[in-house]
């Protein structure tokens, strides 16, 4: 069974640092893209940022500069560093593999981790 599970989330103060991480398991041959999105109480989801298998990342502009995000082919894991954090960071974090395709040559589409929640409060 093909899973995504995110660690790391938590109750954090302005201004602090978070790191989270995104590990694949399972049966998996390559991932394409792998990313964050990010989903606050009664908003819809939106993206953080996504990295390549190649290392191209891209960014929302609400978090450049602030937020970085990591990918470890070989142990196919996937990690968000957050700096600065705001009140408005606060959501529940979502791990996602764009194209996934497992060792039986299955094409698994917008897989999604279960998510992490990050709060941001003093």
């Known amino acids: 069974q093909v899973q995504l599970v995110e660690s790391g989330g938590g109750l954090v103060q302005p201004g602090g640092s978070l790191w989270l991480s995104c590990a694949a398991s399972?049966?998996?041959?390559?991932?394409?893209?792998m990313g964050w999105y990010r989903q606050a109480p009664g908003k819809e989801r939106e993206l953080v940022a996504t990295i390549t298998s190649g290392g191209i990342t891209n960014y929302a502009d609400s978090v450049k500069d602030r937020f970085s995000i990591f990918r470890d082919n070989a142990k196919i894991t996937v990690y968000l560093r957050m700096n600065s954090l705001k009140p408005e960071d606060t959501a529940v974090y979502f791990c996602n593999a764009d194209w996934l395709v497992t060792t039986d040559y299955i094409s698994l589409y917008d897989f999604w981790g279960q998510g992490t929640q990050v709060t941001v409060s003093s």
């Open positions: 399972g049966s998996i041959f390559s991932i394409n893209a």
